[in-house]
């Protein structure tokens, strides 16, 4: 299943740019105003508790706006708030486990590098969409091995069932290199909420998926 999405922008929250809760959820709301596909919540340095009582409130804005919530890395968390999906990194869990806890329809993603087979394995055990990058340096995972464009390409040859996203360190420069190369969705967390108008910098990221 290639799970639909609103635009070609697939927003990663950056919590390290925002002073507060308050100023989070206020940025993720103008990005889904911006006209955001999805939204995936990471937020490595809160406890489990304050986690998820963000979560939920995110999960009310993306009812809201009608943008499907994607959690990071915790399947549990993505089924206690109802959200619309989880995604996986190669370490946390597998995409069958989030299948069967989340339901047929969740949108399941999975970290796959620039490695095909991984992305081929990850298909093969549910999740409908896979994550190649960086690509570019990145701000958010400075350290994330880098990949080819050339992936990109092969992917969208091999897997027309799934979604294919690419992310790091993609902006408004480079954005429509990644979508030439062949990913349908581009994510994007620095160069989103780091801008001084969130919602304007998402209608432009969104206008260079579509071109």
């Known amino acids: ?97 989030a299948r069967a806890l989340l339901g047929p329809e969740a949108i399941i993603g999975v970290t796959c590098h620039q490695d095909l087979s991984l992305a081929k394995q990850a298909i093969e055990d549910g999740a409908n969409y896979v994550a190649f990058g960086r690509f570019f340096a990145s701000t958010t995972k400075p350290q994330a091995p880098p990949a080819s464009l050339e992936v990109l390409s092969s992917a969208r040859q091999v897997f027309d069932n799934a979604t294919i996203v690419a992310i790091g360190g993609i902006n408004e420069v480079n954005a429509q290199q990644a979508i030439q190369a062949g990913a349908h969705m581009i994510a994007v967390a620095h160069s989103l909420f780091a801008a001084a108008d969130i919602s304007a910098q998402a209608r432009n990221l969104v206008a260079l998926t579509q071109t």
Request: with cysteine; net charge negative; charged share 20%.
């Open 1 to 97: 299943m290639n799970p639909k999405a609103r635009s070609g922008v697939y927003a990663i929250t950056a919590p390290n740019l925002h002073h507060n809760i308050d100023a989070l959820l206020a940025a993720c709301e103008a990005a889904m105003k911006g006209g955001i596909g999805w939204l995936q919540y990471r937020h490595k340095d809160v406890t489990p508790e304050e986690k998820h009582a963000i979560a939920i409130k995110l999960q009310a804005l993306a009812e809201k706006y009608q943008v499907p919530l994607i959690i990071n890395d915790d399947m549990q968390l993505a089924h206690q708030v109802g959200a619309a999906g989880v995604h996986l990194g190669q370490d946390d869990g597998s995409p069958a486990a």
